[in-house]
């Protein structure tokens, strides 16, 4: 089989009692994933989880996903690649779970350790019991990875030059979008959300306010995200799990906090030199990994980064890329 796109996959870290597991994500052709029920006796019995398993050590993440999937599934690997990469703290031990997308695979699939499979629907996965690592990947797995964030109404024009904004970003095929828009008043705050939610939602898509809770509850707003002040003063997750909760990030606290709190994503930044931010210290890439293996949340890279950016931010280990400038296309 080819190994040139298991070969991009990130390493995972190496700290002392972190357990690596490598797990992929099959869909079939209707888009539905498969899930396996962990066999009594073992670790978290009855529980769905991701195919795949622990890596040896020296292995790569690529290698031991085929290794597993030959075990589990009776099925060879042929491509696969990164998808995001997330660290949970168990009472008894802490797990850093490297995900990735199967692409194609020979053999036919089946519970080669005699437990049971099931295929779900993207948005079915939080119906079933699944181990706490895997539970962050469920919202990510139902959203875009590119996350368009306006600018600010004063900087195009006023609300309706974001609003034509926010059409070229849909046009360009993203469809997730935060309406960032500091310089309105509460009254046109409300007045624009109440014109961009229904554009938003025409195109298949959805929208968080970077804004109070309660204002994205009463816009009907798919979810909110919290600035970093915001997730600072946050002491428990602020919508409910119908809705999605990202933050901004910048170091190993906030990540922290933020999966404390039950968040669902993370923005982490900046991961470039910006002309919005010239004077904060980029991570760079090497660095932005080195903060993604201690996330409790998946994590989009941003600060310079543009859509064409999203394999080479999941080779590092981030499930999307985030920005303004490049994910609109007026």
Known sequence: MSRERLADSPAGGSEPGVIRVAAGVIRDRDGNILL????????????????GGKCDPGESPGDALVRELDEELGVQVESAAPLMMLTHSYPEK?????????????????????????????????????????????????????????????????????????????????????????????ASLVDLGQHLGPLVRRFGGRWLLNGSPELALELDADGVHLSGAALAACRKRPLPESRLVITSCHDPTELVHAGRIGADLACLSPVRCTPSHPTAVPLGWDGFEKLVQQAPLPVFALGGVVPDDLRLARCHGAFGVAGISAFANP
């Open 36 to 51: 396996g029920q962990r066999p009594a006796g073992k670790h978290l019995a009855g529980a769905w989880e991701f195919p």
């Open 94 to 186: 802490t797990v850093q779970l490297i995900l990735l997308e199967v692409g194609t695979y020979r053999g036919q699939l089946h519970g080669r350790e005699g437990q049971a499979l099931r295929w779900l629907a993207p948005d079915a996965l939080d119906s079933v019991e699944m181990p706490a690592a895997d539970r962050p990947i469920v919202k990510a797995l139902s959203i875009d990875p590119r996350y368009a964030i306006t600018p600010d109404p004063a900087e195009v024009g006023g609300p309706d030059g974001l609003l034509e904004w926010v059409t070229g970003a849909l046009a360009a095929g993203n469809r997730l979008v935060q309406l960032r828009a500091h310089s309105l008043d509460q």
